[in-house]
């Protein structure tokens, strides 16, 4: 009998949070938090401004956001404990290390803000914790990173499983923690909500 097998599965983790946080995020003092350093880190929006960034990110600013604010110091514990789960379930052989966060930045989009497709070369583990996702905003564009192979392969059918799509979209809910391995290439699409999009991304490194 003809057997199909699933094979070389590209796994997205996604989780509350707060599920294993020892201390709780407040998102509420999160997206405060956020809003407050955009505004004061001139150093950042100079950067923005030359790049032509649309919106803010603190990426090429502040490379010591959990020394500075004692909420991200929490976060960043609480997300250890995920990307320490995800290691797992992925069989990865760590040789008695721990996967450890070597950077971690704020990202705001506004109103026609987008963040074109790209990669987290130099790390292992990727991800975004969501602090404001307004109604209307735009979802994560994750790519088959089989894409550039396929040369003369039909398109998928609107009717596919997911799990066959090319692209895949996933919609976050504020408070929601998203991991992949970081050779996975994805992106946001343009914001069309008013209101702000809000995230604050990382990257986690073996040493």
């Known amino acids: 009998m003809a057997a199909t097998t699933p094979l070389f599965v590209t796994r997205l983790y996604r989780a509350s949070l707060n599920e294993l946080a020892k201390s709780k995020i407040d998102y509420s003092e999160l997206n405060a938090s956020c809003i ?3 505004e004061d880190d001139e150093a950042g929006q100079d950067w923005c ?3 032509g960034y649309p919106g803010y ?36 052989d760590l040789q008695g290390k721990k996967l450890k966060c070597d950077s971690l930045w704020i990202n705001i989009l506004p109103e026609g803000g987008m963040h074109a497709s790209h990669i987290h070369p130099h790390s292992v583990i990727s991800g975004t914790t969501y602090v404001a996702m307004p109604t209307g905003t735009s979802a994560l564009k994750l790519e088959d990173p089989r894409l550039p192979m396929m040369m003369h392969a039909p398109l998928r059918k609107k009717t596919a ?39 604050v991304s990382f990257n986690y490194g073996w040493a």
């Open 161 to 199: 499983p997911q799990e066959l799509q090319s692209f895949v979209y996933v919609k976050p809910e504020a408070g929601d923690v998203l991991l992949w391995e970081s050779w996975l290439r994805h992106e946001v699409p343009m914001n069309m909500a008013e209101e702000d999009r809000i995230s």
């Open 57 to 92: 990110t603190s990426y090429s600013s502040l490379n010591d956001l959990p020394w500075r604010f004692p909420i991200f110091g929490d976060l960043e514990k609480a997300l250890d404990k995920h990307v320490a789960a995800f290691c797992k379930e992925l069989g990865f």
């Open 49 to 51: 401004e030359a790049n």
């Open 36 to 38: 407050a350093i955009a």
